[in-house]
């Protein structure tokens, strides 16, 4: 085997590299755990852990019909999962009619399912009304004279979803004694609107939409950014027949408008759900603040391991004595210290996101883990390039350690204290280590400042290539 590549191979099969992998998954994991434990926005979605997976949406109607004094009620529906497919299992419907009787019926589905239920109601005792008065049942006019009173309504109705792999849940489906559009959404909270009038609607919102009517018609939705339309679609549904929409919201929509008949309802609009866009909001807030702290340490420590102590205490010498030069060992060592970083990274945004796929089902977008991986990684590659030009340059490990400190402290302290400087936005986009990190984060957040994200991607770039370059042509002219 030739000496550099065993040079290689030596560094990368390191305990140390092992370590920093094992490290970055635990600290992963704390984090998304936190967030469901601590946070209160995961506290209030998860208190009800394990009934996460199961959403809802429905049509219950409800008719009484005074001739035999009994009342129909019919609950249309559709379970979902997080991902909005369909749940297959067990659907038990309850409800609870005159004098708190039970009613309960249990179908199996396939997402869709509906269920009816007939009883008597009472008699309702008569009170005069004033001549000429209509008498009303449901939209009938039955006649004029004496107006019975209201006939006694059932109390809310409840239902309970069994999913083939034990999860339930209960919600409270309808509590009128006309047509309503139910939502019991689960823990991923999808962007929703309830629309009750001459025509009701269910709908909720998710990349794509679930919908389900009382009626045939149009649906129409507007997207906003504050005050400003940015666009619609329609749609078409049919009565009592569950629609998947593919929803195309223009970019930076904060909001939606979604019209079914002659009634209307405004809702938030969030790209991710309204979980995805509160753990996007939690990971660049508090995670990626926090991991700018404590990663590049492990980072610095890395790279000083790895080269500069090394060369410090006389132990490249020796290696040197093989037909290995110095431009091998520098960026053979590099290069192992940047895959334990890349893999170390990948693995702790990857361990993020799988365990918030456990607490919740809910499955982030793909490009959002590459691109919060492929920040935090020119973020910690730009310290180790730092650390591999400073043991080039010098042959005392001390000066590592502390211009590898100095280096931390202007990029995590004094860049982020200095928002008060009219400069403050070019140090933001184009100055501070892994600038292109705002760029991600613009696109992820659909908000941000207007900049060129091509020069920040450079700037970021030139941080981790620079003083790799320079540290390497320094290394060659000195003295081992």
């Given at each position: 085997m030739r000496a550099n590549i065993y040079d290689l191979k030596r560094s990368l099969m390191r305990v140390s590299t092992l370590f920093v992998i094992i490290l970055f998954s635990i600290i992963s994991a704390a984090f998304a755990v936190q967030f469901f434990t601590h946070n209160p926005f995961g506290q209030t979605l998860y208190g009800g852990y394990p009934y996460q997976g199961v959403n809802l949406i429905g049509i219950a109607t409800s008719h009484y019909y005074p001739s035999n004094s009994t009342f129909l009620i019919t609950v249309y529906g559709y379970a979902f999962n997080n991902q909005g497919q369909p749940i297959s299992g067990t659907v038990e419907v309850k409800v609870l009619g005159p004098n708190n009787a039970q009613y309960v019926k249990s179908i199996s589905v396939d997402g869709v399912f509906n269920a009816s239920f007939c009883f008597k109601v009472p008699p309702a005792p008569s009170s005069p009304a004033p001549p000429g008065t209509p008498i009303y049942f449901g939209n009938q006019i039955?006649?004029?004279?004496?107006?019975?009173?209201?006939?006694?309504?059932?109390?809310?109705?409840?239902?309970?979803?069994?999913?083939?792999?034990?999860?339930?849940r209960m919600q409270q489906f309808f509590n009128t004694n006309s047509t309503s559009p139910v939502i019991a959404t689960s823990e991923v909270c999808y962007t929703s609107a309830s629309i009750s009038g001459d025509k009701s609607l269910a709908f909720v919102q998710m990349g794509k939409a679930i919908a389900l009517s009382n009626a045939n018609g149009v649906v129409k939705v507007v997207f906003y950014n504050q005050k400003?339309?940015?666009?619609?679609?329609?749609?078409?549904?049919?009565?009592?027949?569950?629609?998947?929409?593919d929803i195309n919201a223009p970019y930076n929509t904060t909001a939606v408008k979604v019209f079914f008949g002659n009634s209307s309802k405004v809702s938030g609009y969030y790209q991710y759900t309204e979980l995805g866009n509160n753990l996007m909001s939690y990971f660049y807030s508090l995670v990626f603040l926090l991991l700018e702290i404590l990663l590049p340490l492990f980072v610095i420590y890395l790279g000083y391991s790895y080269f500069a102590e090394p060369r410090g205490r006389g132990s490249l010498?020796?290696?040197?004595?093989?037909?290995?030069?110095?431009?091998?060992?520098?960026v053979n060592r590099y290069i192992a210290n940047v895959v334990t970083v890349g893999v170390a990274s990948f693995v702790l945004v990857a361990v993020f996101y799988l365990v918030v796929y456990f607490y919740s089902q809910y499955m982030v977008p793909l490009y959002v883990i590459v691109l919060n991986w492929l920040g935090l990684f020119l973020l910690l590659t730009t310290y180790l390039s730092i650390v591999y030009f400073t043991g080039g340059l010098f042959k005392s490990s001390n000066y590592t350690i502390l211009i590898g400190g100095l280096s931390f402290l202007i990029d995590s302290f004094l860049f982020q204290i200095m928002g008060f400087m009219p400069k403050y936005y070019f140090i933001k986009y184009y100055v501070q280590f892994a600038s292109v990190n705002e760029a991600i984060k613009h696109y992820i957040m659909l908000q941000g400042d207007s900049f060129s994200v091509p020069l920040s991607l450079l700037a970021s770039l030139s941080w981790v290539f620079i003083p790799f370059l320079l540290g390497l042509l320094a290394f060659k002219k000195r003295d081992i």
């Amino acid at each position: 085997m030739r000496a550099n590549i065993y040079d290689l191979k030596r560094s990368l099969m390191r305990v140390s590299t092992l370590f920093v992998i094992i490290l970055f998954s635990i600290i992963s994991a704390a984090f998304a755990v936190q967030f469901f434990t601590h946070n209160p926005f995961g506290q209030t979605l998860y208190g009800g852990y394990p009934y996460q997976g199961v959403n809802l949406i429905g049509i219950a109607t409800s008719h009484y019909y005074p001739s035999n004094s009994t009342f129909l009620i019919t609950v249309y529906g559709y379970a979902f999962n997080n991902q909005g497919q369909p749940i297959s299992g067990t659907v038990e419907v309850k409800v609870l009619g005159p004098n708190n009787a039970q009613y309960v019926k249990s179908i199996s589905v396939d997402g869709v399912f509906n269920a009816s239920f007939c009883f008597k109601v009472p008699p309702a005792p008569s009170s005069p009304a004033p001549p000429g008065t209509p008498i009303y049942f449901g939209n009938q006019i039955s006649g004029t004279g004496f107006q019975p009173s209201p006939p006694i309504i059932p109390y809310p109705s409840y239902i309970l979803v069994l999913s083939s792999g034990g999860v339930n849940r209960m919600q409270q489906f309808f509590n009128t004694n006309s047509t309503s559009p139910v939502i019991a959404t689960s823990e991923v909270c999808y962007t929703s609107a309830s629309i009750s009038g001459d025509k009701s609607l269910a709908f909720v919102q998710m990349g794509k939409a679930i919908a389900l009517s009382n009626a045939n018609g149009v649906v129409k939705v507007v997207f906003y950014n504050q005050k400003k339309v940015l666009g619609e679609q329609t749609f078409s549904v049919v009565a009592y027949k569950v629609k998947e929409l593919d929803i195309n919201a223009p970019y930076n929509t904060t909001a939606v408008k979604v019209f079914f008949g002659n009634s209307s309802k405004v809702s938030g609009y969030y790209q991710y759900t309204e979980l995805g866009n509160n753990l996007m909001s939690y990971f660049y807030s508090l995670v990626f603040l926090l991991l700018e702290i404590l990663l590049p340490l492990f980072v610095i420590y890395l790279g000083y391991s790895y080269f500069a102590e090394p060369r410090g205490r006389g132990s490249l010498e020796f290696i040197l004595s093989r037909p290995v030069t110095k431009t091998d060992i520098y960026v053979n060592r590099y290069i192992a210290n940047v895959v334990t970083v890349g893999v170390a990274s990948f693995v702790l945004v990857a361990v993020f996101y799988l365990v918030v796929y456990f607490y919740s089902q809910y499955m982030v977008p793909l490009y959002v883990i590459v691109l919060n991986w492929l920040g935090l990684f020119l973020l910690l590659t730009t310290y180790l390039s730092i650390v591999y030009f400073t043991g080039g340059l010098f042959k005392s490990s001390n000066y590592t350690i502390l211009i590898g400190g100095l280096s931390f402290l202007i990029d995590s302290f004094l860049f982020q204290i200095m928002g008060f400087m009219p400069k403050y936005y070019f140090i933001k986009y184009y100055v501070q280590f892994a600038s292109v990190n705002e760029a991600i984060k613009h696109y992820i957040m659909l908000q941000g400042d207007s900049f060129s994200v091509p020069l920040s991607l450079l700037a970021s770039l030139s941080w981790v290539f620079i003083p790799f370059l320079l540290g390497l042509l320094a290394f060659k002219k000195r003295d081992i």
